[in-house]
């Protein structure tokens, strides 16, 4: 038992001294059992005749050397390279097929130590590198399907007054359709906007809010009529609010667009008949609240709501692209989205903007 642990001992500390002093170390060890078996030999030797012992005592000399320096180059090799050699090679072979679900481990403060937490490193390094250009692969898709599913309301739109046109050829005058032309090429601009939006943003963290003086009047107006054709479109009705007052805001109205396009196409599918929009300044900011009188929130539509591709059954999987966006799109704007449930029934979003100080922000094409 004793001697047990005086050998783990003598291990231990073997395999902490460097390579350089281990093999010197070895050397020496075995130049010593040389020296010492050749005396011993040489011993035995002078018992036979004299011609024999000139003959064998070189040959012995050479052997002895021979096994040694083998024996010591053995034992190096197996105490020091062996185990680190073998990892090193398993973690090289793992890396090339990417697989990075490892760890390398070796205990000893040689240079074989140093080697391996070097590869350990690099694996590391590795991993952190797969897992960002993967998050940044996935976090690419939601961006694209959360631009493609805001795409799907200027669609909405547009599609809608031309079913509207068609239905109602040769009954509407010339001012009226002048009046659907306008609207329709504001969605179109619109679609634009978000075309040039996906090829120059690669992350959330690339949306700016871009602030321009807008009059609140023309704001609701577009802002209701948009909500009013969406609801229409479903068979449900719109109850307008607004709280806003009359000087100019200042703020990104295609932002506060996108949101509310978004939060109202949302209502529109969930609500049995009414949806109500509410407009009001609260703290410095726009508040958007849009309610609705359907079946309300679930728990985890609560909780995760606004996480990408979060649906449920009856949302068609959409509701989790378009909360996500809007979400995105209100933290650009230095606001925020909630979701809560209405203490009569039915859902209930809002959407706060900060108001931007400068009262010169410049004026956008359109407004």
Same mark, same amino acid.
């Given at each position: 038992?004793?001697?047990?642990?005086?050998?783990?001992?003598?291990?231990?500390?073997?395999?902490?001294?460097?390579?350089?002093?281990?093999?010197?170390?070895?050397?020496?060890?075995?130049?010593?059992?040389?020296?010492? $078996?050749?005396?011993?030999?040489?011993?035995?030797?002078?018992?036979?005749?004299?011609?024999?012992?000139?003959?064998?005592?070189?040959?012995?000399?050479?052997?002895?050397?021979?096994?040694?320096?083998?024996?010591?180059?053995?034992?190096?090799?197996?105490?020091?390279l062996?185990?680190?050699?073998?990892?090193?090679?398993? @973690?090289?072979?793992?890396i090339?097929?990417?697989?990075?679900d490892?760890?390398?481990?070796?205990?000893?403060?040689?240079?074989?130590?140093?080697?391996?937490?070097? #590869?350990?490193?690099?694996?590391?390094?590795?991993?952190?590198?797969?897992?960002?250009?993967?998050?940044?692969?996935?976090?690419?898709?939601?961006?694209?399907?959360?631009?493609?599913?805001?795409?799907?309301?200027?669609?909405?739109?547009?599609?809608?007054?031309?079913?509207?046109?068609?239905?109602? @050829?040769?009954?509407?005058?010339?001012?009226?359709?002048?009046?659907?032309?306008a609207?329709?090429?504001?969605?179109?601009?619109r679609?634009?906007?978000?075309?040039?939006?996906m090829?120059?943003?690669?992350?959330?963290?690339?949306?700016?809010?871009?602030?321009?003086?807008?009059?609140?009047?023309?704001?609701?107006?577009?802002?209701?009529?948009?909500?009013?054709?969406?609801?229409?479109?479903? =068979?449900?009705?719109?109850?307008p609010?607004?709280?806003?007052?009359?000087?100019?805001?200042?703020?990104?109205?295609?932002?506060?667009?996108?949101?509310?396009?978004?939060?109202?196409?949302?209502?529109?599918?969930?609500?049995?008949?009414? #949806?109500?929009?509410?407009?009001?300044?609260?703290?410095?900011?726009?508040?958007?609240? #849009?309610?609705?009188?359907g079946?309300?929130?679930?728990?985890?539509?609560?909780?995760k709501?606004?996480?990408p591709?979060?649906?449920?059954?009856?949302?068609?999987?959409?509701?989790?692209?378009?909360?996500?966006?809007s979400?995105?799109?209100? $933290?650009?704007? =230095?606001?925020?989205?909630?979701?809560?449930?209405?203490?009569?029934?039915?859902?209930?979003?809002?959407?706060?903007?900060?108001?931007?100080?400068?009262?010169?922000?410049?004026?956008k094409?359109?407004?």
């Amino acid at each position: 038992m004793g001697s047990g642990i005086y050998m783990e001992r003598i291990k231990r500390t073997f395999k902490k001294l460097t390579i350089k002093k281990s093999l010197a170390l070895l050397i020496l060890l075995f130049l010593l059992l040389d020296i010492f $078996l050749c005396l011993a030999t040489a011993g035995l030797l002078q018992l036979l005749p004299g011609k024999y012992y000139a003959l064998s005592s070189p040959l012995i000399v050479c052997l002895y050397s021979a096994l040694c320096l083998a024996s010591a180059a053995c034992l190096f090799y197996k105490c020091k390279l062996e185990e680190p050699v073998r990892l090193i090679k398993e @973690a090289a072979a793992r890396i090339g097929r990417q697989d990075l679900d490892f760890r390398l481990s070796y205990d000893s403060n040689d240079e074989m130590g140093e080697l391996c937490r070097s #590869v350990e490193s690099m694996r590391l390094a590795l991993e952190d590198n797969y897992r960002l250009l993967w998050s940044q692969a996935e976090e690419k898709k939601r961006i694209n399907a959360a631009f493609a599913h805001d795409m799907r309301t200027p669609l909405t739109i547009i599609k809608g007054y031309l079913e509207f046109q068609e239905l109602s @050829a040769g009954s509407l005058s010339p001012k009226d359709l002048q009046k659907q032309a306008a609207v329709m090429k504001k969605h179109l601009a619109r679609m634009e906007n978000y075309i040039e939006d996906m090829n120059s943003l690669a992350t959330p963290d690339g949306i700016r809010a871009i602030p321009s003086l807008i009059r609140p009047r023309k704001l609701e107006e577009e802002l209701f009529r948009t909500a009013t054709m969406l609801c229409e479109r479903l =068979h449900k009705s719109l109850v307008p609010e607004s709280q806003l007052p009359g000087s100019p805001l200042s703020a990104d109205p295609e932002i506060i667009s996108r949101v509310l396009d978004n939060i109202l196409s949302n209502a529109a599918a969930h609500a049995s008949c009414t #949806v109500t929009l509410r407009l009001s300044l609260k703290q410095g900011a726009l508040l958007a609240e #849009v309610s609705d009188d359907g079946p309300g929130f679930s728990t985890a539509a609560l909780e995760k709501g606004c996480d990408p591709f979060f649906t449920e059954a009856r949302d068609n999987g959409h509701q989790g692209l378009g909360l996500y966006t809007s979400c995105l799109l209100c $933290l650009a704007h =230095h606001g925020s989205l909630t979701l809560a449930n209405n203490p009569e029934g039915g859902a209930r979003v809002a959407a706060s903007f900060l108001l931007f100080q400068d009262p010169k922000a410049p004026q956008k094409a359109g407004d």
